[in-house]
């Protein structure tokens, strides 16, 4: 079965709204709602004060209806009356000041009180509701470090420090690993550690990525902390809580086996021609982190978001085809943000499953029949997906290059994003891997940007295709560079240092007789097999030891320098290749390498994938395509594919190949 639904507050409306929506439910094919996700202050409206009989009558009638619920703990966003009764519970900004209620997520991780508030409602919410027939999953919090990932009151500054403690022993070793010799630092007192805000000028950048690691791991302890009770009062039932995709904030490579199953919310911009590779990327990365098990979709948007400048719909036919590219890649439950659209409040223009029109919106129409076509493809669900191909991404590297002062603003996201668009436009399958993962089971591997790389990597990587790019390798775990050549530990492994960085200058040209004269490189070209492709503004200068240069740069004071270079099945890339760039160089590196269609046969807009013996073929253009298969029963019709199927524009076939 595939999970379908949505994020329910039935908090907001009346009760005759309500029994509207249940049948509005089954009319729409859902199964599954997620309730209490806000519902703090109705659960407990005083202090100490547990109101149940709400949601008991509502959980009774979704049973009765045949609907499951995700249950909430509603801590995710705390009552006035908490921040009232204990402001030592409310985050408190660098400058001094408190962030108080009439929003959401004004909560402090790292408060004592607030989670033990926290605890006593979950305590006394999974004793009313754990045994109840419709509740088949816990659901902790919600979007954990979406507001509010810190906090600079005096209960944080001295966890910070008892943090730090932890990981160093001696302040000695702190003030060696972080090299606080430099600009007088030293630290005497473990009271002079203090969060990096309020200073005068540049920070020291391992104390900034200490400082989000710590924060990663309050906000860590904060749903362990309700795990626990959860846990010890329903042993029996599954927990979870809802990630962000590539979330900068929280190392989802940390939190994962803490959950028994990952979940996801995500929102791309509809508009952006690359938000089906945005989606494909989230759903691989959310796979990945469950170690190839099934995940769930947590949140989507039926159509418009509120919180963009300006917010675009999605397309006829979009919602359905996201929805179906999210169970080929992994996801057994389709849950949306939100089920019926708010009258009021801040997320009134968030669009939801019933919208403001009701039936009348052609929303309803998509939802309908999304439903209709979630629920053909219970056969998928379980199933896994085999990658042959990974990608590196890790959090605390990407901190590191955060955190670092130049030479340019480091945006590993952005490179990691762009190479497996780049994979998934060849049709490959991607997993994400952690530099600490299990490698075995790849046969390429792709690390853009790892600006933080420590040993015992190279072996990993020994004897399969890598890929390593531009950023990669300057850094060890404690912010301090690489001697003797950037790549560090993977110098041997690919032949090559990189011994300066060479980005491109600010500004352009002038034309006065003295300044007319100044030649200023302003762009970045490479030479790859007899083309010249951009290589956004960065350069490196490779020392070539025992690599074959495969291109060259071009230009002003880089011209024939190498740019990529060969030992073996290892590859660098001493630059950030523009997308025909990383096309042309993927298609000489992998080939016919296993894992990815044929690239002949893949038309324009079909994104093709294989969920054990089901082959999703999802065409995100405007007009339809044809695809050569063997023989198959496509899951939506009923109908039985032989040699060609034509998928049209924003449409899918679902092929059962067994």
């Not at 104390?207 to 690691?213: D, G, N, Q, T, V």
Request: net charge negative; with cysteine; aromatic share 10%.
């Amino acid at each position: 079965m595939i999970y379908y639904g949505g994020d329910y507050n039935p908090e907001q409306w009346d009760q005759q709204t309500v029994a509207e929506d249940i049948a509005l439910m089954q009319e729409a094919g859902v199964n599954l709602v997620s309730v209490a996700i806000f519902g703090w202050s109705r659960l407990e409206p005083k202090d100490g004060v547990y109101e149940f009989g709400f949601y008991r009558d509502l959980l009774d009638r979704l049973h009765a209806a045949g609907i499951d619920v995700d249950l909430a703990t509603g801590t995710a966003s705390p009552p006035p009356w908490l921040g009232e009764m204990y402001p030592e519970t409310l985050p408190v900004r660098a400058d001094g000041t408190a962030l108080t209620w009439g929003s959401r997520q004004q909560y402090n991780p790292a408060s004592t009180k607030f989670r033990e508030k926290a605890a006593e409602l979950v305590e006394e919410l999974a004793r009313e509701f754990g045994s109840h027939p419709a509740v088949v999953m816990w659901h902790v919090s919600n979007e954990y470090g979406c507001h509010v990932s810190e906090s600079f009151d005096p209960e944080s500054r001295e966890r910070f420090r008892l943090w730090l403690q932890a990981r160093y022993g001696t302040l000695e070793q702190l003030n060696e690993a972080w090299g606080t010799q430099f600009w007088s630092q030293r630290y005497t007192s473990w009271s002079q550690v203090e969060p990096p805000a309020n200073l005068p000028t540049f920070h020291n950048p391992i104390h900034l990525a200490r400082w989000r690691e710590f924060w990663s791991d309050q906000l860590l302890e904060c749903y362990l902390a309700e795990k626990r009770v959860l846990h010890r009062v329903c042993p029996d039932l599954p927990v979870t809580t809802n990630y962000m995709g590539f979330f900068p904030t929280v190392d989802y490579w940390k939190w994962s086996p803490h959950l028994d199953l990952i979940s996801n919310d995500f929102y791309p911009e509809p508009g952006d021609p690359r938000a089906g590779a945005q989606f494909a990327a989230s759903s691989d990365l959310m796979r990945s982190l469950g170690g190839g098990r099934p995940f769930w979709q947590m949140e989507q948007t039926p159509s418009t978001v509120q919180w963009r400048d300006r917010n675009s719909p999605k397309r006829p036919g979009q919602f359905r085809l996201w929805s179906l590219g999210l169970v080929a890649r992994g996801a057994d439950a389709v849950l949306q943000f939100q089920w019926r659209q708010s009258r009021s409040g801040a997320e009134t223009y968030h669009s939801g499953m019933v919208p403001h029109a009701g039936k009348l919106s052609p929303v309803w129409e998509e939802m309908v029949q999304t439903g209709a076509d979630l629920k053909k493809l219970a056969p998928v669900a379980g199933h896994r997906l085999r990658a042959s191909v990974a990608i590196l991404w890790d959090w605390p590297s990407l901190w590191a290059a955060e955190s670092a002062i130049g030479p340019i603003g480091w945006d590993p996201l952005t490179r990691v994003a762009q190479w497996h668009q780049s994979l998934y436009d060849l049709g490959f399958l991607v997993d994400f891997a952690s530099p600490d993962s299990d490698l075995s089971g790849y046969e390429v591997v792709v690390v853009p940007s790892l600006f933080q790389v420590l040993p015992g990597l190279a072996e990993k990587l020994a004897g399969k295709t890598v890929i390593v790019t531009a950023g990669t390798g300057y850094q060890n775990g404690e912010a301090q560079v690489h001697l003797g050549g950037y790549l560090g530990p993977l110098r041997d492994l690919l032949g090559v240092r990189v011994v300066d960085l060479l980005p491109v200058a600010p500004t352009g040209s002038a034309t006065g007789r003295i300044t007319g004269a100044v030649r200023t490189r302003t762009r970045v070209q490479v030479s790859l097999d007899g083309q010249s492709y951009d290589g956004d503004g960065w350069a490196e200068r490779i020392q070539v030891d025992q690599a074959e240069v495969v291109a060259t740069f071009e230009g002003l004071d880089v011209d024939g320098l190498p740019a990529i270079t060969r030992r073996g099945s290892a590859w660098y890339v001493g630059s950030f290749l523009d997308e025909a760039g990383r096309a042309a160089l993927l298609e000489r590196v992998l080939g016919s390498a296993p894992g990815g269609p044929q690239l002949a046969e893949l038309p324009a807009g079909l994104e093709v994938v294989s969920r054990g013996p089901f082959q999703f073929l999802l065409n995100h253009g405007e007009i339809p395509v044809q695809f050569p298969v063997s023989a198959g029963t496509d899951l939506l019709t009923g109908r039985v594919a032989r040699g060609q199927v034509t998928v049209g524009p924003r449409d899918a076939v679902v092929l059962d190949l067994r």
